[in-house]
Each structure stands twice: as structure tokens, then as C-alpha cells.
């Protein structure tokens, strides 16, 4: 698993062994100290958080029932979830246009698209959206240009979303 193999048998094992993981208490999902406290938070103020990622989504609901926050469980708070099966890849245009298609109350200008992937943002930024660049420890090294390019953000308390 530590080599990200594709292989569907793999990943079969894979779930379960999350799957069990996860109901029995033995494994929760690790979030940055600053993520779970701002999901309430932004769905006050009437933002949509919605979840896009190459895990699956049956992976990300299970990820985000049993994180390490208090409380555990942040899928109430989540609107929806995209993966590549039913988006599309990550890097492609036409992913983030399918998503913002099914929300067309919202103009795409409207939404925020964050990555520690570079080629996403700018896929995300293409489609019209506001899209950062997240730099957090563990995260693959960032070009050095990248700032030049787009806004980097280390953590969500930077975000000032709805403040005027």
C-alpha cells in the first residue's frame, strides 16, 4: 500500500482492511490540528463542503466518519463527494466543469478548489474556480516558482472565507 498500486485486488484488500479498521476503533483518520474545528464553521456561515479526491468515495465517507478529531465523525457537515469515477481525473478541465455543473446555483468564481497538488490547482483555476496550493509536512516538494504562480496557503486558518 505504501507504493500506491492501482491493482484492483489490492485495493479490495485494502478497503476491508480500512473498513474493519475503522469500525473497530483501531484506526482513525489523521487530520491537520486546524481542518475539523473550521467544517462547522464555514457550514454556519452556509458554505457547501464538498469533498473531491482519487480515494474513492465510499473511502472518503469512511475516512471522514472516524477522524481524529472531536467529534469523529465530520460527514454531516459534508455536502457531497467527487472521485475520479464519477468526475473524472484530478488534472483534467472538464472534472472540476462536471462537478460545478451540478451545483449551477453556484457560479464557478464562486468556488475554492484546495490541492498540495499544483497540476490540480491549475486544472481547478482553468475551470474558473479560486483554487490554492496547500503546503503541509509530508506533502511532495513544491516548485520553487510556485508562489509566483499561485496563492500557497500551510494551514486552513488562513483562509478568510466570507470576511469582509
Do not use: C
Not at 498540495?116 to 475551470?127: F, P, T, W
Request: avoid cysteine; aromatic fraction near 10%; hydrophobic fraction near 35%.
Amino acid at each position: 500500500m505504501s507504493r500506491d498500486v492501482k491493482i484492483s485486488y489490492l485495493k479490495s484488500l485494502q478497503g476491508y482492511l480500512w473498513q474493519n479498521g475503522y469500525k473497530t476503533g483501531d484506526l482513525k483518520a489523521p487530520l491537520f490540528e486546524d481542518v475539523a474545528p473550521k467544517f462547522p464553521e464555514w457550514k454556519q456561515k452556509g458554505l457547501e463542503i464538498i469533498i473531491y479526491s482519487s480515494g474513492s468515495v465510499p473511502a472518503q465517507k469512511l475516512l471522514f466518519q472516524h477522524t481524529n478529531s472531536d467529534p469523529a465523525d465530520l460527514t454531516p457537515l459534508i455536502s457531497d463527494y467527487f472521485d475520479t469515477v464519477n468526475a473524472g481525473l484530478k488534472t483534467e478541465v472538464s472534472s472540476y466543469e462536471k462537478i460545478a455543473a451540478k451545483y449551477d446555483k453556484y457560479p464557478p468564481s464562486s468556488w475554492l478548489f484546495l490541492s498540495d497538488n499544483v497540476k490540480e490547482v491549475e486544472a481547478a483555476k482553468a475551470a474558473g474556480m479560486e483554487s490554492f496550493v496547500v503546503d503541509r509536512p509530508g506533502n511532495a516538494d513544491l516548485p520553487a516558482d510556485v508562489e509566483k504562480r499561485h496563492k500557497v496557503i500551510r494551514s486552513f486558518d488562513e483562509l478568510r472565507l466570507l470576511e469582509t
